[in-house]
Structure formats: C-alpha cells, structure tokens
C-alpha cells in the first residue's frame, strides 16, 4: 500500500513538472516568436543581403566583396571612429551628470520631490521637439546661447554651432547629454536610497569628512550600478540616430557622420543596400565587441571590489 501511494506521489510529481515546463514555454513563446520575428530574421537578412549585389535588377551572389569594400573604405574607418568618440564621450557625459544630479537630489531640502519630478521632463520630450528647441538655441542670428555667449565672453561674432565640426560635435554631446542624463541620474538615486543610513552615521562618528564618507561608502556601493549604467550608455549612443540625423545630418563633412548615419545614408540615399547592409554586419560586431568589453571590466571591478572588502 505504501509503494503504491509512492509510485502515485511520484507520478504526480513528474506530471506537475512536466506541465510546469510547459506553462513556462507557453508563457515565452509569444517572447521567443517575437524575437525571432524581429530581431533573428533582420540580422539573418541583412547577412545574406550584404553577401549579393544588385545592379539595375539583377541580383548576384559575390561573397565578402561588400565586405572588402568596407575594409578599404577611408569613410567607414572615420564613421567608426566618430562613433567611438560620440559613444565615450555620451558615457562620461550621462554618468557624471546623473551622478552629480542623484547626490544633489539625495539630500534634505524643502521641495525635493517636486526637483526629481521636473528632472525626469528632459527624458519625457520626443526627440523632434528636442531638436527644434535645441535648433532654435544655437541660431547664430537669435539662438539665446550666442547671446549670452557675446554677454559673459564678449564673442561678438555670431557663432556656427552647427556648420563648424568641433562645435557640431560638441553641440550634439551636449543636447543627447541633457536629454538622456535624468534617466542615468534616476537610477542612481534609487541606488543611492538603498545604502543604509547607518554607515554614514558611524563615519561621522569616527571624523569621515563629505569627501571621505563619498570615496568610501558612496562610491563603492554605486559601483554595481554605475557598471550597468555605462553598458547601458554605450548602447544607446551606439545606436543613436534620430537626434543626430535631425540635427545635423552627419554634417558637416564627417563630423558628426557616425555609423548609423553612415549607414542610413548609404542605403537611402545612394541607394547602395547591399554596402550599406555588410557596414550594418560590421557595425553589430562592433557593438558585440564593445558589450563584451564592458561586461568584462565589470565583472572584473565588481570582483576586486569584493576582494578588497573581503581583506578588510
């Protein structure tokens, strides 16, 4: 009667995993379809759209001649370089200001939920409103920013901020820096909020000074998030497109000709696909690379944090 009951408990329990497993197929099924839908089949397309050539209908098979096209093309290297420059420099430009905006919205002041609040308005424009605006700014005939600019420095030459290519570059920075940094500030000061009062309590007690209790406390816990956030950074500057296309075009010359750009433009307006396709294929090595790259300082920041905090 016993082995009975156990051979009933545990043919129940095979059928109560087995359905299990199911349910968590068809729970990632509508996932899995959608991800092959529109992420596997794009990137298999592209493949095999940049291994052919289409002249005047006729489509050819020729193999990695796209792509020997692309390892000799001068624009491409400078694209790809662009694209480094414009993604390191978004990534400093997002962490330190939304860490200096987290710090400065952690503390205790009247009115501090109504600051956080108007914070987070730069991530909820569209981006064609951001451009105008941002457009509409560095006019060199009325842009409120020359006139300021001829008011503290004494320019008094209208300047072009977006016909000059260290100021188009720098520009573009600073309009994506300004509209992305409240996100990256945001979860840093949900981060901030989870350090327990009371370390910094016992640091005042033993004399820490700001600084000392930032290195010490503050720093080392943000470091997890901190890492994500510049993964996430590299990211989203790494495929950014729509600001930079909206404002500039890539202009002028190359200058703010990132890859995207680069790649837009090949394919849509010298109607060049089958290039443009192999520079896409080149371009999400890139980024595999690069997303590798960080994950790995990651992990390795993240470890030697813990083994220091474990010899200490």
Do not use: C
């Not at 759209?49 to 390892?71: R, S």
């Not at 290519?165 to 949900?190: C, E, H, N, Q, T």
């Amino acid at each position: 009667m016993q082995g009975r009951n156990r051979r009933s408990f545990t043919s129940a329990s095979q059928k109560g995993a087995g359905g299990s497993s199911r349910l968590h197929l068809k729970l990632l099924a509508p996932i899995l379809i959608f991800e092959g839908l529109f992420v596997v089949y794009p990137i298999v397309k592209g493949i095999l759209i940049a291994l052919q050539q289409t002249n005047y209908g006729t489509t050819k098979w020729v193999g990695f001649a796209n792509f020997d096209k692309m390892f000799g093309d001068p624009y491409f290297w400078a694209s790809v370089r662009t694209t480094f420059e414009f993604t390191l420099s978004m990534v400093v430009v997002w962490l330190s200001l939304g860490l200096g905006v987290a710090l400065l919205t952690n503390l205790s002041f009247k009115g501090r939920t109504l600051v956080r609040g108007l914070l987070a308005i730069p991530w909820a424009v569209p981006d064609i409103p951001t451009v105008i605006t941002f457009i509409v700014m560095l006019d060199p005939n009325f842009g409120i920013l020359n006139h300021i600019a001829s008011v503290l420095f004494g320019v008094n030459h209208h300047i072009l901020w977006f016909s000059q290519s260290d100021l188009a570059f720098i520009s573009i920075v600073a309009m994506l820096g300004w509209k992305g940094f409240p996100f990256f500030g945001l979860v840093i000061l949900s981060s901030l909020s989870s350090i327990p009062d009371d370390l910094y309590e016992a640091a005042m007690v033993d004399g820490a000074g700001t600084l000392r209790r930032f290195r010490s406390i503050t720093f080392p816990a943000l470091v997890p998030t901190l890492s994500l956030l510049a993964l996430l950074a590299f990211i989203f500057s790494f495929q950014q497109f729509t600001l930079i296309y909206l404002t500039t075009g890539g202009g002028p010359g190359q200058a703010t000709s990132t890859l995207a750009i680069y790649i837009y433009n090949t394919a849509f307006q010298y109607f060049n696909y089958n290039y443009a396709a192999a520079m896409g294929v080149g371009g999400l090595v890139l980024a595999l690379l690069g997303t590798i790259v960080f994950v790995v300082v990651e992990r390795r920041v993240i470890r030697a944090r813990y083994l220091q905090e474990g010899l200490a």
